[in-house]
């Protein structure tokens, strides 16, 4: 599973990266065999010198047969991977998971 990080207008970018795939690697474990690849973007919307909640992380995970696209917007970055990262782990589980474990004996 290919997983990129691309921080944008944000102090720490290197730090932030690694941080990222680390959580959306832990998040996504348990399905890489059907996710294809990992785009996340982490922006800073109104720039450096403003505080508040405009701290964006917009994730894309490309499947064989389909993508999923979500956003999470905070006033700290670390905090918006973090959630974005248990939310996209829900929707997979919520979605693959009659794929991955069917039920037997089911009429």
Known sequence: MEIQVKAKGLPTAKILREHAQRRIREALGGFGNVVQSVTL???????PHNDGVDKLAHIVVQLRNRSFVMEELSADIHSAIDRLAHRIRQKLARQLEPLLNPIHGRR
């Open 41 to 47: 973007r982490l922006s800073d919307i109104n720039g």
